[in-house]
């Protein structure tokens, strides 16, 4: 069954460096999301992404965030100046449909601890 | 304003018994998904109930929605051990016109089935 996998499944960094995680969604979906899930506390949406350009972004998604689909099959975030509150788990998702928003299928995760 | 808050916190049942989850949101939507999380693992999506659906059902899994309450519930029956897991209910809102995939996750329900 397709599934949508991310890379790192872990990284450690140090604040103030730039992390990019990737993720791969499922081949024919064509609109792609990151969320975020901070330890213990909900998750939050960060981004949705479709034909190349943002669809939508939370209040969360600030300039220190970007995401891109440079190749086709990849989809990345970004983080261009960790800091400690980045922690977090950071899924990536994809869907077949956008509008109005149907199911969503999750990647396993990319955990990202900024010391 | 919270959106998709779910109670119980933490549910602890028997195999066999039944788990009834219930979530409530504040504003207007387009639908109401409902996914599971292993500890540690991403999200899977359970069932999609939209705002002019009452109920819906999937294998062992029911969902009602009630959208003069703003109220939703996922009722497990027969539980298996391997229900283990966070439930989270997640709604897609109408307000402002289309949403691009922005879900708006509650914290979750912890559902412990005891073998």
């Known amino acids: 069954e397709p599934e949508v996998t991310q890379t790192p499944s872990h990284q450690v960094t140090q604040m103030g460096q730039e992390v990019i995680l990737r993720c791969v969604p499922i081949s024919n979906h064509l609109y792609f999301y990151w969320y975020r899930q901070i330890l213990g506390q909900k998750v939050e949406f960060l981004v949705s992404?479709?034909?190349?350009?943002?669809?939508?972004k939370s209040e969360i998604f600030d300039d220190q965030f970007s995401v891109e689909r440079p190749d086709g099959s990849n989809f990345t975030l970004k983080i261009r100046s960790t800091k400690l509150e980045d922690s977090a788990m950071y899924f990536c998702a994809s869907s077949r449909e956008g509008r109005n928003t149907g199911e969503l299928f999750f990647g396993e995760g990319s955990r990202l601890t900024v010391l | 304003s919270q959106q998709g808050e779910e109670d119980p916190q933490a549910l602890s049942i028997q195999e066999g018994e039944n788990a009834t989850m219930n979530c409530s949101y504040k504003t207007s939507i387009n639908n109401l998904q409902w996914y599971r999380q292993n500890s540690g693992r991403g999200l899977v999506h359970l069932i999609l109930i939209r705002s002019n659906e009452r109920e819906k059902h999937s294998g062992r899994l029911r969902v009602t929605l009630d959208t003069s309450k703003k109220s939703s519930s996922l009722l497990i029956t027969a539980s298996r051990a391997a229900d283990t897991a966070s439930y989270f209910c997640a709604t897609a809102s109408n307000a402002g016109g289309t949403s691009y995939g922005k879900l708006t996750f509650g914290q979750g329900t912890i559902l412990t089935v005891h073998p």
């Open positions: 992404f479709y034909n190349n350009e943002i669809s939508e």
